[in-house]
């Protein structure tokens, strides 16, 4: 009897050195935020942030992590923080002043591997490009670094990858719907400029778990600057861009690297309408779905889009001047052929047609087969046609069927 008693003393002293899984983090801190890992962040980003971070069989945790652009861009700063044993700490947007940490222990049933991919699946169902707003603040221009992102609330996100010789933000991306895919890398700016009232888009920074819970405002390194200049220069993107790039580069930039990156960006800002265009149909189909017709003033202010088809010119015009000053096409440049097959008056060969649609197609409405070229939307555009108006069929909305367009609904 005393022998086993002996032995279940013995158990009992073994046992007191395990640690209990009823208080189990998501995983441990061993390290705290600061300028050294800051810095360790951005190196970390620039040479293991890849494309395939998500579809790579090699790292499990991660593996066919479902995402959109707001879940990779918290996935980017969670996966570091977890690797490197840092903190990770949001706003929790159900809960006023509490934050989602890792330190929450509602996975103390699994194994650690587990808890973190239900973590990460836990913080893509609180957060979004809304959330960002909180968790982040913005910066000088001439700050950005990678690792930052850039934040169009309620619309996009972006991951800053890396600052190229020339001072250019090349980003990766995801999209919706939220799904397993590899990201999108672009070497070329976001494109969006700086222009929400409240100062919650633009080029920004994540908080450091110990600062989640203080204003923007009082983060190290804030910044208004961007959102002073974006109205100084009337919200145009070229010229904005143009300032950035000469902050940020250690050389100038090539006349051909410019053209590329603003073809980029109008490719991927022409691309991004869809999304816009699709939302106000669906919302349509669902309000005509409850006996209304027309949608009202909130509705229409929600879902039209005087001012990016207002921008969308003025981006085109924008990219026209930067290729007047450039003067002649020179023929050996691939940017610079594309640019012509979208400008120039007279039709191009098809060969050239053919190079600039696989460059880039404008997909007309998510979920279908439904794509203009490029330069059949500058012509648009330079014509006028295109129809913001919410209520308008999807052909007028790009400017396909050229006729005026009358809804029958107020315009507010």
């Given at each position: ?24 983090d ?5 390290n ?80 650690p ?87 919650g888009?633009?080029y920004?920074?994540f ?19 961007q ?5 100084d ?12 790039s ?48 027309c ?7 929600d ?34 052929r ?12 098809p ?62």
């Amino acid at each position: 009897m005393k022998k086993i008693f002996g032995l279940y003393c013995i158990l009992l002293v073994l046992l007191s050195f395990v640690p209990s899984v009823a208080s189990a983090d998501v995983w441990p801190e061993e390290n705290q935020w600061d300028d050294m890992w800051e810095g360790r962040y951005r190196d970390w980003v620039k040479t293991n942030w890849k494309d395939d971070i998500f579809m790579n069989p090699a790292k499990p945790i991660y593996y066919k992590f479902e995402n959109d652009c707001a879940d990779a861009v918290y996935a980017m700063r969670l996966i570091f923080s977890f690797e490197n044993r840092l903190p990770f700490a949001i706003n929790n947007r159900d809960k006023a002043g509490q934050v989602i940490s890792n330190r929450m222990n509602m996975w103390d049933n699994l194994a650690p591997p587990q808890r973190v991919r239900q973590f990460m699946n836990y913080v893509a169902d609180m957060t979004s490009s809304e959330s960002l707003r909180n968790d982040t603040y913005p910066v000088a221009l001439n700050d950005i670094k990678p690792g930052d992102v850039y934040v169009a609330p309620g619309v996009h996100s972006y991951q800053i990858a890396d600052v190229t010789d020339a001072g250019i933000a090349e980003v990766m991306a995801s999209t919706t719907p939220k799904q397993a895919r590899y990201l999108l890398r672009t070497p070329s700016f976001p494109f969006y400029v700086p222009e929400d009232k409240r100062l919650g888009d633009g080029y920004r920074r994540f908080k450091q778990a110990q600062n989640i819970g203080r204003p923007a405002s009082q983060q190290p390194g804030y910044s208004e600057e961007q959102f002073r200049l974006a109205a100084d220069l009337n919200y145009d993107y070229v010229a904005f861009t143009d300032i950035i790039s000469k902050k940020l580069g250690k050389r100038e930039e090539k006349p051909d690297e410019k053209t590329m990156r603003l073809l980029l960006a109008l490719c991927m800002y022409a691309n991004d309408r869809s999304v816009y265009v699709y939302d106000a149909l669906w919302y349509l189909q669902k309000i005509r779905g409850e006996g209304r017709r027309c949608m009202n003033a909130k509705e229409y202010d929600d879902h039209s889009t005087p001012g990016r088809d207002k921008r969308l010119k003025m981006f085109f015009d924008s990219i026209r001047r930067h290729l007047d000053r450039v003067g002649r096409f020179d023929p050996r440049s691939q940017p610079a052929r594309w640019a012509k097959a979208v400008f120039s008056n007279d039709q191009p060969p098809p060969q050239e047609m053919k190079s600039l649609n696989n460059f880039c197609m404008v997909q007309m409405t998510l979920g279908e087969e439904y794509y203009m070229t490029l330069r059949e939307l500058r012509q648009n555009v330079d014509a006028a046609s295109l129809v913001s108006d919410p209520h308008a069929p999807l052909p007028f909305r790009w400017g396909v069927v050229k006729e005026p367009f009358n809804s029958g609904c107020p315009s507010y």
